[in-house]
Structure formats: structure tokens, C-alpha cells
């Protein structure tokens, strides 16, 4: 059974940081592309990062770009978004999704975890 779980959420103040990890569990997976979503309150859903299984590369949202990064350990088959500096506006719902290729395009995952909330407010 495939499934993706979220964790590391929490309530931060701004200038914070947190460290989001998607472990999974019924596939490997560093055979997938891995993407990171956020949703925030009356918000529709938004990609803030995704890397990808082919070449390792990866994606940031601009606005993300230089405060979060996103790695994998394949042992743990885990994929984690270390989050810096945090702002307010990054004050939503985040979640992994695995996908065949990087897309801000959610209809392009397929398996979704269930979200990890994250709060940044002083």
C-alpha cells in the first residue's frame, strides 16, 4: 500500500524554522519525483518545491527560493523541505505528493499525503 506521511509541522515564530519530512512507505522512494505543496486558508493549493528522480534536480517557488531547500535520504526513504526564515505568508498546510515529473500542476501527482500545518506567527 502506498503512502506518504507528513510530519514536522508546528508553531513558529517569523524568522523561524522548521524542517517538514515525507516518509514513505509501499514504494521506494527514489524512484519518484517528490513535490511539496501549500495550502492556506481560503487559498487554492500552490507547488513550493519538487525534486525530481531522473537528474536530482530541483524546483523552488520564487517565492521560497532561498530559504527553503528540499533533500532526500534514501535510506530512510524520506524527503524533507528544511524551511528558514519564515514568514507569515508561509502559514498554511503542507504537502508531499509523488509525480512522474515536476509540476505546479496538481493533477499531474498522484499519491498525496495528508498534510503537516504550519503556523508562523508572532
Known amino acids: 500500500q502506498v503512502q506518504l506521511v507528513e510530519s514536522g509541522g508546528g508553531s513558529v515564530q517569523p524568522g523561524g524554522s522548521l524542517r517538514l519530512s515525507c516518509a514513505a512507505s509501499?514504494?521506494?522512494?527514489?524512484?519518484?519525483?517528490i513535490g511539496w505543496f501549500r495550502q492556506a486558508p481560503g487559498k487554492e493549493r500552490e507547488g513550493v518545491s519538487c525534486?525530481?528522480?531522473?537528474?536530482?534536480?530541483?524546483y523552488y517557488a520564487n517565492s521560497v527560493k532561498g530559504r527553503f531547500t528540499i533533500s532526500r535520504d534514501n535510506v530512510k526513504n524520506t524527503v524533507y523541505l528544511q524551511m528558514h526564515s519564515l514568514k507569515p505568508e508561509d502559514t498554511a498546510v503542507y504537502y508531499c505528493?509523488?509525480?512522474?515529473?515536476?509540476?505546479?500542476?496538481?493533477?499531474?501527482?498522484?499519491?498525496w499525503g495528508q498534510g503537516t500545518q504550519v503556523t508562523v506567527s508572532s
Open positions: 505528493a509523488t509525480s512522474i515529473d515536476c509540476s505546479d500542476d496538481e493533477i499531474t501527482y498522484d499519491y
Open positions: 509501499g514504494f521506494a522512494l527514489d524512484l519518484q519525483t
Open positions: 525534486t525530481r528522480t531522473n537528474d536530482g534536480s530541483t
